[in-house]
């Protein structure tokens, strides 16, 4: 399978690093997965795509994840995602345009199945250029909420923190990635709803591994003079969970629901227009 | 004596907590310091008056410190500083008219002896913004540029990111306060060599205190499911050190450069204009 995640927001955020957390916890004896190209959308926004096969129970998943250096960076930031917007646009119409043709490169097919739109810990609420972006992106794309560096936030903060921003998420009609209820499916239906309850997820991530002052193991963490925060534990941030839901369990609908809804709007708005 | 200090940077980098932490640890059976006023600059930015009486070796000082909430904080920021500048020569033409005459109400005297500035932990360098509101206020007050939320930062980040942003502010020639040197006292230069040389000041606030796992003792701080990140703790941040500098080392030279360099320059603007 082919599997697109979109990393998205201002610059310091760590999103890099959380790319590479991503791709490291998921390949173990990780070398660098290759950076398969970079690309200037606008003077003001640039992709980097890096992509890495992964196994993942017994069948490949060819994972790319694109993120986009530049964004939200400017003292003016008006506009901004317009570059973003247009490239999502832009992967739907080359599908649109090969669909006609039997021959498609699948590797040229960067329509992105999952945005994490990574928001600034301020403790606070979400800033009016995270209100409009998301807007935006999310009537286009799968949209999911992370709460980056999550380590500045203390459990007290961090709580607060998620209220508003659901809060703001709701007053504001964003639309963010739910799964399909399957009415006839209980158990699925209490576990989406677990997993989902957390929503804007927390990440930490990390670079290297460090040494638990609690287990004297060694752990994916950042290392302070006061103790380490670890990317891998649950009480710590939600970064597990979202990957689950990202390779594991909900891998699948994000890619139907990109190819089919997503597209299918899409479509509809190019007849339409 | 009159002291006043101004906070600036965007919303969420802990400003308030800054001061907050600042009067408790200053004032240590604190009871909330008043409010004097608030005023909307433009529909921008608001500016907070809080101050307080505190006793310092045995002399009075009226500690104000003025908060600038709504400042950077919106999708496009081009001339975010304009009310700031325009607030602080406000200071200067009021003094100048009220010079004159001889009486003079001193609470009213809102000259700006230090601004300390506010940036974000990204981990990179200073945003387009810093840059631009540094250089502008630099040349007009003391400016003392801190790094927020320093607990976000491992110690090898804080290192790197200390020298990225001394880089960035000697490339772009930011005017950051700096005390005389006096040429015939060795020890003096050498200890504001030592305090100074810590400059960007990080910082770590905090509204309640908590039990130090380590000493078992209460302290300020911000407690993490991994440990305690200790305000007053000199190995965790710098503010014990810029209070030092604030409050007793330095206080005396801020507000003289200020009544004297910065007073005079704004009169020359305003005579040769
Ligand atoms: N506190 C904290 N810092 C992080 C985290 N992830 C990355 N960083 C640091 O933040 C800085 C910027 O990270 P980077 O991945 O380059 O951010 P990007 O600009 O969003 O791609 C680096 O110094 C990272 O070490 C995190 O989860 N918590
Ligand atoms: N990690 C961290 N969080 C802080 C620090 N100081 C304040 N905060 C938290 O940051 C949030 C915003 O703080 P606030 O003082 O209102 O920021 P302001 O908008 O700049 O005035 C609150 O949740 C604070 O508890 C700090 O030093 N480190």
Redesign the pocket.
């Known amino acids: 399978a082919n599997f697109t995640i979109m990393v998205l927001?201002e610059?310091?955020?760590?999103?890099?690093?959380?790319v590479n957390t991503l791709f490291t916890t998921l390949l173990r004896d990780y070398k660098r997965p290759e950076h398969r190209f970079q690309k200037q959308l606008e003077r003001t926004v640039q992709i980097d795509v890096v992509r890495a096969e992964i196994e993942e129970k017994g069948f490949n998943v060819r994972l790319t994840v694109i993120d986009t250096p530049g964004f939200g960076d400017y003292v003016n930031n008006q506009d901004c995602w317009v570059p973003v917007v247009e490239f999502l646009d832009e992967q739907h119409q080359n599908y649109m345009s090969h669909e006609q043709r039997a021959q498609r490169d699948e590797k040229d097919d960067l329509r992105v199945h999952v945005c994490l739109y990574f928001i600034q810990p301020t403790g606070h609420t979400l800033k009016p250029l995270d209100i409009e972006v998301m807007k935006q992106l999310g009537s286009r794309v799968n949209l999911i909420p992370i709460i980056a560096?999550?380590?500045?936030l203390t459990p007290g903060d961090l709580a607060v923190f998620k209220d508003r921003i659901r809060d703001c998420i709701s007053t504001h009609n964003i639309a963010v990635y739910s799964p399909p209820v399957q009415s006839d499916d209980e158990e699925n239906t209490r576990r989406n709803q677990s997993i989902f309850s957390a929503m804007p997820f927390s990440?930490?991530?990390?670079e290297s591994d460090v040494t638990s002052p609690t287990t004297g193991e060694k752990v994916r963490g950042?290392q302070y003079l006061w103790g380490v925060a670890e990317v891998e534990n649950e009480a710590h941030c939600d970064f597990k969970k979202l990957r689950n839901l990202l390779i594991r369990t909900h891998m699948h609908d994000l890619i139907a629901s990109t190819e089919e809804h997503h597209y299918e709007n899409f479509r509809m708005d190019k007849l339409g227009a």
């Open positions: 927001g610059s310091g955020l760590g999103k890099t690093t959380y560096k999550a380590d500045t990440v930490i991530s990390s950042r």
